[in-house]
Structure formats: C-alpha cells, structure tokens
C-alpha cells in the first residue's frame, strides 16, 4: 500500500454506505493532507466519519468539520428530510464543527443536540440562543429511537477532549467512539477486511492522540467492555468490525507500555483558543519517541489535588499557558503554585506558550521557574497565534532534547550499582554488545524529504556492492521495501551532534533539514554535508522479519567526505531497546 503524496489525487467527497439496520455512514473525504498538525503528518488524507440511525426517531451523529459542511448537507439532504431529523448526537465539540451545526440548525430548527455537560457549557457560550435545544447526557443514560435502537451513553472525558462521549446502539451493536480507534487514513475502503496493512496507521493515531493521556484511554476501555460490541465506528479511518478484538487489545498494550516507561513527564496546560493544545501535542510527540512517558494534564479540568499527584511522581515536568488580558489564566497560575510548593527543586523543568500579542503568562512560568532554581530542560517556546508546520517540528525537537535531557539528569543522581542477573537481562545485554555505525537514512516520497536516524546497517555483499538494513513498519518502510526504492546512506562523523535533528522515525517533511546544509544526490535523495561519507542505494530484495523489515539494496556509488574522522558508533547497554 503505497503512501499519498501531497498533490490529492481525487477531489473531496462523501461516501454513504450502510453499515447496519437502519444505519448509515457518511465519510467526508480527502485525498490530501487535511491539516498540518502532528497527528495528520502520514499525509494519507483522512475521512470525518458521520452516522444517520433511521428509526421511529431520527439521530445523526457527529457532523464532519466545516471544510466538508456544503458537500456533508448536500448529500445528507439525499437520504433524509431535514424536518423530520430529532436529534443531533455529539461525541465532542470545537470550533471547527460549530460551523457545520449552525448551518445544521438553521435547516433542522426543531433538533435537539444531545452532549455532555462540558460540551453543552461550551456551545451555550458561544450560541447562548441554543441553549434550549440542548439535552445533557450522563453515563448509563438512554434514549429510545423505536425499532429497538436503544443508544446508551459513556462519557469518556481526556485532557484533550473533556467532552468526550460515546453511544452504543443495542441492535446493530455498534460503538460509536468518535475519536477512539481511528486512524488518520483515506480509502475507498469501508471496514478494516484488510486490518493487518492499517497497523502502522492506527499505531501512529494512538501515538499522537492518545499516548499522552493513556491513563484516561484505559478507563474508557474499561467502560466499553461492559458493552456487547460487535463493531467500533469511528470519527476517522475504517469501521472496525474484523479486527475489533485485536485492536482493543493493542490500545491496552500500548497504554500498558506508557506507563511502563522507566521516565515520567507531567505535562500541564490550559488552552484558550486550542493553539497551546497543539503545541502540547507536539512536545508530548518528541518526548514519546524518545522513551519517555507522558502524563498530560489539562489544568481546566483537574483539581488540585490531581495536579499535586502527577507532579510529586513525574521525574520532570513541563507547563504551558495562553496568555489572556496580559495574564495566565487562573488555572494555571494554580498549577504553578502547586509546582514551586510540590516539585523537587532537581526535576528538570521547562516552559511554553501561545499568545496574540504580549506574551506575559509565558515569561511569568520562565521568571518563576527560574527563580525557584529549577533547571530548564529546553529553550522556552513561545508561539504568535496558530503555530506552522515549521514551529511544530521544532516543539518536537526540544520534546525530543528535554528527554535526553532528563536520561541525562537521572543518570547523574542515580548511584552506579553492581549489574548482576537481577538486574539486566543476560540475552539482552549480551545482544546489546552488538554495535553499528551511526547513520541517517534519507529518503523522498515525491517533493517530500525524509530521514531517520539508525545504526541497523550492514554490509552484505562484496559484487555488486551491497548493504542490508533493518528498518520498523514506522520509519516510512513503505518507501523502502520494493525492488528499486532508492535512498542515500549519510554515515555520520564522531563528534558531531547531527543526530539531534533526527528521530528513530520518519520526520515532518523538510523540516529535520532545515537546519543541515545539504546536497542533492543523483537519485533525488538528500546528502547530509556535515555526514562522514555517504552512500547512494538502491533497493533490490526484502523480507519481513519479525518487527522488522530486512532491505537489501545495491550500492550505486558513494563519496568520502572527510578523511580525517572517525565513523560515529551507537553502543547500547542491552537489545531489548534502541
């Protein structure tokens, strides 16, 4: 399955089929790269998945962003009639759907919108006139649609969507999750008959969406399964109906596996207008992908007393705030208040920020901080109105540099002990004995570079040439593994912190070379010039391998950079991890 470019191959539309009895599914969708936040960065489009339940009452559920609005209405007018729609049924609210539902009410007056108490508060604010037509749910509430479609409610609330809210439909036995068990992926495809290709797509989601409030996730697992679910229907991707059982059971592994992370960030935050959110996002990405666990904690929604107890376990922690009327807002200076009174004055620490035009909340958090003797574990981010593709991958990067920071940190106060068999995996740390060069492979999926940072290389061969390489579902494999996929192999130079820019997997567009000074190799792939010595490549056989896919691939010609140097090697204590 190949992975889309930038340029959309087919223009948006929406796919209505039936999914069950009296069920329709309508899928806004778009070819191209929808937005250019983290969680959309495969760049594989994306559906905004809608839900029609026809009964004696009539229930829509979760209309699409208003990017889709006039094509999402004008064929929703094709299978109902706007007047004889009851119900309007929201798993979460943001400004972006508000647009939809207004253009909604105005053909459909006499709906009632069905939510939770946070996303009802939010809607009265801005459309104070609805606030009649407004029903709160609870979890274990029910409403009755006739023909025995009975919808049950859960309220799933997480730091990122406090208005969380689910329904189950007791006939089709479907599980609406809205933004559970998605995938930002687009197809002709409905349900997931081929689930096997969707992994590295479902596992980026949870990643970006869900790794930072794991916690959360596995509360809301526990209330689905008191549900009879035979099929998960989703805000984005497939219908999940084959894999159901698998894919629960991956959201419970890779919970498990935050959670078991030897370090623990909290990250704290409010955000006003949702551009604090996404810088959030961001670091939490960088901080992921370098081991790291992450406790997201939104500061509207916590107590005190939450806050206390994410701050007094994390072993670093990292606040952010919007700036309002020249102030951070009350929940925040809060929480600040909680981490100058609670946290161990040795927790890295480290600060970020939106705002419109000063910027105070963001130098209040660095001054105060500073003050206290806390150790920055990052350059302050401060962030003008909505943050750019460039901005992000750089928020990404000081998630990524806070880590290594904090390994660093714990690695200091950390008294050396004996290694015995108690401690370390005898296997793995003979394993881990294994060393290889440091290299960044780079790779280009159209008029997009890519890089990622490995030391799984080998030579393989002697004539023709040849080099063998271990590459994850992750690092863009899908770029790598047909006879005559080509990249360039850059061996990078002891010494030389070129790694920085790079993560074990697939960056953001350009975005890791904006900083290198590069060249243009003669397969159109990127030649790092701070590099050892590179080595063009082009890829003649594979086989997957376990996690991995093996790549072999033909040296096509390659240069020597600098002959004074020595090649950068990665040691690693035990082969259980990178």
Known sequence: MSVATLTPSRSRDVQVAEIGKDTLILRSRTWERLKFEVEYSRQRGTTANSYLIQADKKALIDPPGESFTEIYLQQLAQHI?????????????NPNRRATLKALLSLAPQVTLICSR?????????????ESRIQVVRSEDNLDLGQGHNLSFMTVPTPRWADGLCTYDSVTKVLYTDKFFGA?????????EDWKELDAERRYYFECLHAPQAKQVAVALDKFSVFGAKCYAPAHGPVVRYSLSRFTYDYRQWCQGQKSQELTVALLYASAYGNTAIVADAIAQGLIQNGVNVESVNCELADSA????????????????????????????????????????????????????????????????????????????RVRFSPTPEI????????????????????????????????????????????????????????????????????????PPGIMIAIAQEQNADL??????Q?????????RNVRRYFSRYSTLGNNSFANLATQTAVNGCLILTEALA???CTVRNQIQCGDRWLIYAEIEQGEVLENEGLTAIEHRKSGSDF
């Open 81 to 93: 009639d706007f007047t004889t729609l009851d119900y309007i049924i929201l798993g979460h609210v």
């Open 118 to 130: 946070p996303a009802a508060n939010a809607l009265k604010t801005t459309f104070p006139e609805w």
């Open 184 to 192: 930002h992926i687009c197809e002709d495809i409905l349900f997931d």
């Open 306 to 381: 939450e806050i206390t107890q994410v701050v007094e376990a994390c072993d670093g922690l990292i606040i952010g705030s919007p700036t309002l009327g020249g102030h951070a807002p009350t929940q925040i200076q809060t929480a600040l208040g909680i981490v100058l009174s609670t946290a161990a004055k040795t927790k890295l620490a480290g600060v970020f920020g939106s705002y419109g035009w000063s910027g105070e909340a963001i130098d209040l958090l660095e001054s105060k901080l500073k003050d206290a003797n806390y150790r920055l574990g990052f350059e302050t981010i």
């Open 392 to 463: 992000l991958q750089q928020c990404q990067l000081s998630g990524a540099t806070f880590a290594q920071n904090l390994k660093k940190n714990k690695k200091l106060r950390t008294p050396r002990q004996i290694v015995t068999e108690t401690h370390v995996d005898r296997t793995a740390q003979a394993v881990g004995r294994i060393i290889g060069s440091l290299c960044v492979v780079t790779t280009r999926d159209g008029e997009t570079h890519k890089g990622f940072l490995t030391s799984w290389i080998s030579q393989a061969t002697f004539n």
């Open 480 to 485: 790598l593994h047909h006879p005559g996929d």
């Open 487 to 495: 990249f360039v192999l850059n061996i990078l130079k002891e010494g």
């Open 534 to 536: 590179y080595l063009v």
